[in-house]
């Protein structure tokens, strides 16, 4: 099964990812690579995190007893100069860690203390992790009050902007967050899921332009060389190009959000190559695509990249 456009065109790669035996996968939500071209999944079931080579074949896994749990949800690898970290929420229970790739907590990020914003009755979701090249760590408070946290490196609390609402720099369900830093400055691009839009904002929360065109339900990010991959909700997965512009979507199937039960669909139902509910993207050096699906017992889909 192909995908794509003649000049980005993918296709499927069968059966990959196959757990070993007493391994089961709950929701898969987050996907991230290594520097090795191994594959991280994060899911709902312990434990959380599975290791895939890009072949699919299973390496290792580990867990966050007690940290992370059944509301797993971030999940962000970022290459620093002594090692590479990933970063990880439960938005269950609030908690944001960063760890080695083996599951070592190095570090935990905190609920800010604002009390307007969190009071009686409103509780702190985090959604998503993004670091920039200064080191100051954006949490995105995606399914609680719909804010973004920015911290030191150390993780201090420094400034936090947002809130509900449509208007610009107001924010409903901000799922996912990336800083984007192939442009003439760093950006932070937020996927404004419930607004059905992206939002750009400078690294100091300030509002600067919205992406709404070519998307339906953005979750995430992944920015790749000159491209910004990511998995809309509704089916599909989407790439722009360095200046936010279509260039293919992937594995799209427009029927399958509409189906009753969605996004726990009946096995019969899905399909190589075609995308149900894609929550999670990374791609690896050779540019092929890895998708992780928000399905109760997981989906994987790895999209070979063929040249044209």
């Not at 979701?125 to 609680?144: E, H, L, S």
Request: glycine fraction near 10%; charge should be negative.
């Amino acid at each position: 099964m192909r995908t794509g456009t003649s000049a980005m065109l993918y296709e499927a790669v069968e059966g990959w990812g196959t757990l070993p035996e007493g391994i089961n996968f709950g929701y898969t939500h987050g996907i991230v690579v290594d520097g090795n071209d191994n594959i991280y999944v994060l899911h709902s079931l312990q434990p959380n995190v599975v290791v895939f080579d890009r072949d699919g074949k299973y390496l290792s896994s580990w867990k966050l007893e007690g940290i992370i749990g059944t509301g797993a949800h971030a999940f962000y690898l970022h290459r620093e100069a002594d090692a590479e970290y990933v970063y990880l929420s439960d938005s269950n229970n609030g908690n944001v860690v960063k760890t080695t790739l083996q599951g070592e907590v190095v570090l935990r990020l905190t609920r800010p203390d604002l009390p307007d914003v969190y009071g009686e009755g409103k509780p702190y979701k985090p959604t998503d992790v993004a670091v920039a090249p200064n080191g100051d760590i954006y949490v995105a408070d995606g399914y609680g009050q719909h804010w973004v946290h920015r911290y030191s490196a150390e993780g201090q609390w420094l400034s936090s902007f947002g809130g509900t609402g449509s208007e610009p720099g107001k924010l409903n369900s901000p799922h996912g967050i990336s800083v984007k830093t192939s442009g003439a400055e760093p950006e932070l691009y937020v996927a404004d899921r419930g607004n059905y839009r992206i939002q750009v904002f400078t690294l100091d929360g300030t509002h600067k332009r919205f992406v709404d065109h070519d998307m339906d339900r953005p979750c995430s990010f992944y920015f790749h060389e000159d491209k910004m991959y990511f998995p809309d909700l509704n089916s599909r997965v989407t790439i722009f190009d360095e200046h936010d512009r279509l260039l293919a979507h992937l594995g799209e199937d427009q029927q399958a959000y509409k189906q009753k039960g969605w996004p726990n669909l009946p096995k019969e139902y899905y399909r190589p190559g075609k995308l149900s509910s894609p929550h999670g993207v990374c791609v690896d050096s050779q540019g092929s695509v890895y998708v992780a699906e928000w399905i109760s017992d997981g989906r994987l889909t790895k999209l070979r990249r063929v040249q044209a």
